[in-house]
């Protein structure tokens, strides 16, 4: 009796182990599934990189003639969407940063902004006019866009400026309130 005693108390003490090991191991798997990959490159962002430019995609020459000192690579851009007042397209500066060129629909420059690829994920990169009549946000493709999303509509009902609008899987453009 004294031997079945001790092996049932072996077995539960073997059962409760085990059962705790399964249990972590499920949870650091469903943490881990939860996790957005993270951004180490611009193609990471705007998977458009990874294929050959197409027509669409070019700069205009007076916005390149106009940034080219910024180092940024303006040969090389994406086109992301149009807004009310603008094009945006995506270019790179070196293997660290991305941008967002902003044309006139017009075909004039109006600016560029870059942000560091590293923690894009946080924020994405956000540009826009002085009035802010004119305003694109690119965010993360990866699983947090959602929430990139209500927050960009929390800052939009916030400023009165407008609602943002997603034109592209993750490319959000502020409407003006008038429209």
Not at 7 to 23: D, Q, S
Not at 80 to 107: E, H, M
Request: hydrophobic share 40%; with cysteine; net charge positive.
């Amino acid at each position: 009796m004294k031997f079945w005693g001790k092996f049932m108390r072996t077995l539960i003490k073997t059962a409760i182990l085990v059962g705790a090991i399964c249990v972590s191991g499920i949870a650091v798997t469903a943490a881990t599934l939860n996790v957005p990959p993270s951004i180490s490159t611009a193609s990471d962002v705007v998977p458009a990189f990874l294929s050959q430019q197409a027509e669409s995609d070019k700069l205009p020459d007076t916005f390149i003639a106009t940034f080219a000192p910024t180092g940024a690579n303006l040969t090389d851009a994406r086109f992301l969407g149009d807004g009310p007042n603008a094009r945006y397209f995506a270019v790179t500066r070196g293997s660290d940063k991305i941008c967002i060129a902003t044309v006139g629909k017009a075909a004039e420059p109006l600016g560029l902004a870059c942000t560091n690829v590293k923690g894009f994920e946080g924020y994405g990169l956000r540009v826009g006019n002085d009035d802010h009549s004119d305003q694109a946000w690119l965010i993360s493709p990866h699983g947090a866009a959602g929430n990139t999303l209500k927050s960009a509509n929390a800052v939009a009902t916030t400023s009165k400026c407008g609602q943002w609008k997603q034109i592209a899987s993750n490319l959000l453009v502020l409407a003006p309130s008038n429209q």
